[in-house]
């Protein structure tokens, strides 16, 4: 058969035969390499000639192993298990649409060989996954970069889901940006305000329409609460949800049964101490006190805010107002206006 490449890319195409079709339970003798020179590439080789190139490559730093099975790419950048990490992330990850995400796990894929390949069957469902159809994600963090690095501004139209399902234009916004942080598995710019005065927490995926200003950004150290910096421990700790409001220390009562749940929460830098009850226990955290009382509202029947007490006051307000909606009475058993 006459050659259709040179066989001068031998040393790559046997490289690239190796990484798509070996592996240490899949190893190739240089008969098999032989064939799929021959048949993939028209590049008609000799065994000793595959074994200089493969010796070739050994020397260049290619992590291949020999054994009497045949030979084999043995390290790669990514181990099977850690693909599947990533590729399981971006299937999850809400904020990313579905043609994106179709086309990152295809190349995540490609980091591996066939074997590994045919058992994901991610692809196939993405689909299926709720995705956000905000096209311009991907194009935004670029953006988004490039204004940090410059310490400029940007400014965006910042959106809602309507009742028809779609994006609407809620407001404009003109901001400095200083940290992109995915949180709850939701991907959030983290910029100054220069309108509101403070900082704020937008989800990427609801932004459209973003441009680089040519005004200087807001150095972040001239940020109340920031002159040393971000405080990632803190960010990531302090904010169940993502609020704007500083964080405030927090005293609450807990069922014992939640603990896992509340150290997922806040973390494990959090205060804990038994009560006199078995089953309570006091727990203080420094969190939002606007998240907080979203928070306390979720674990309502396992949670009690002992202080502040403005956020007592705000919890048995929701309270009262759930009640006003929820409540029936015995006899007509008619919903309260």
């Given at each position: 058969?006459?050659?259709?490449?040179?066989?001068?890319?031998?040393?790559?195409?046997?490289?690239?035969?190796?990484?798509?079709?070996?592996?240490?339970?899949?190893?190739?003798?240089?008969?098999?390499?032989?064939?799929?020179?021959?048949?993939?590439?028209?590049?008609?080789?000799?065994?000793?000639?595959?074994?200089?190139?493969?010796?070739?490559?050994?020397?260049?730093?290619?992590?291949?192993?020999?054994?009497?099975?045949?030979?084999?790419?043995?390290?790669?950048?990514?181990?099977?298990?850690?693909?599947?990490?990533?590729?399981?992330?971006?299937?999850?990850?809400k904020?990313?649409?579905?043609?994106?995400?179709?086309?990152?796990?295809?190349?995540?894929?490609?980091?591996?060989?066939?074997?590994?390949?045919?058992?994901?069957?991610?692809?196939?469902?993405?689909?299926?996954?709720?995705?956000?159809?905000?096209?311009?994600?991907?194009?935004?963090?670029?953006?988004?970069?490039?204004?940090?690095?410059?310490?400029?501004?940007?400014?965006?139209?910042?959106?809602?889901?309507?009742?028809?399902?779609?994006?609407?234009?809620?407001?404009?916004?003109?901001?400095?940006?200083?940290?992109?942080?995915?949180?709850?598995?939701?991907?959030?710019?983290?910029?100054?305000?220069?309108?509101?005065?403070?900082?704020?927490?937008?989800?990427?995926?609801?932004?459209?329409?973003?441009?680089?200003?040519?005004k200087?950004?807001?150095?972040?150290?001239?940020?109340?609460?920031y002159?040393?910096?971000?405080?990632?421990?803190?960010?990531?700790?302090?904010?169940?949800?993502?609020?704007?409001?500083?964080?405030e220390n927090?005293?609450?009562?807990?069922?014992?049964?939640?603990?896992?749940?509340i150290?997922?929460?806040?973390?494990?830098?959090?205060?804990?101490?038994?009560?006199?009850?078995?089953?309570?226990?006091?727990?203080?955290?420094?969190?939002?006190?606007?998240?907080?009382?979203?928070?306390?509202?979720q674990?309502i029947?396992?949670?009690?805010?002992i202080?502040?007490?403005?956020?007592?006051?705000?919890?048995?307000?929701?309270?009262?107002?759930?009640?006003?909606?929820?409540?029936?009475?015995?006899?007509?058993?008619?919903?309260?206006?």
């Amino acid at each position: 058969m006459e050659s259709f490449e040179p066989k001068k890319l031998a040393l790559i195409r046997i490289w690239q035969i190796l990484k798509d079709y070996s592996d240490y339970d899949h190893p190739l003798t240089q008969e098999d390499i032989a064939v799929k020179l021959e048949n993939e590439y028209g590049i008609v080789m000799e065994r000793k000639a595959i074994s200089r190139n493969i010796s070739l490559l050994k020397e260049a730093g290619i992590d291949i192993e020999s054994r009497r099975a045949g030979s084999y790419l043995e390290c790669r950048d990514f181990e099977d298990a850690e693909l599947h990490m990533l590729i399981d992330g971006v299937l999850s990850s809400k904020y990313i649409t579905a043609k994106h995400s179709k086309s990152i796990i295809e190349r995540l894929c490609r980091l591996s060989n066939k074997y590994f390949r045919s058992n994901i069957k991610h692809v196939h469902s993405v689909n299926d996954w709720y995705k956000t159809d905000n096209q311009a994600l991907f194009y935004n963090i670029e953006l988004i970069d490039t204004a940090i690095e410059e310490g400029k501004q940007i400014h965006y139209d910042y959106n809602k889901y309507g009742i028809d399902k779609k994006l609407h234009r809620s407001s404009h916004q003109y901001v400095s940006p200083y940290l992109m942080i995915l949180h709850n598995q939701r991907y959030y710019l983290m910029a100054y305000s220069e309108y509101w005065g403070n900082m704020v927490f937008h989800r990427l995926d609801r932004i459209t329409n973003m441009t680089v200003a040519d005004k200087k950004a807001t150095s972040l150290r001239s940020v109340p609460g920031y002159e040393n910096g971000i405080n990632y421990k803190e960010l990531s700790s302090s904010m169940p949800y993502m609020y704007t409001d500083r964080p405030e220390n927090i005293d609450f009562i807990a069922d014992a049964g939640i603990v896992d749940q509340i150290i997922d929460w806040f973390g494990s830098d959090i205060r804990i101490a038994k009560t006199d009850e078995e089953s309570k226990v006091r727990v203080g955290v420094k969190a939002s006190p606007n998240a907080m009382v979203h928070w306390a509202m979720q674990y309502i029947d396992h949670v009690e805010i002992i202080s502040p007490e403005s956020m007592r006051d705000r919890i048995c307000e929701s309270l009262k107002n759930g009640m006003k909606k929820y409540h029936m009475e015995q006899e007509g058993r008619t919903y309260y206006e």
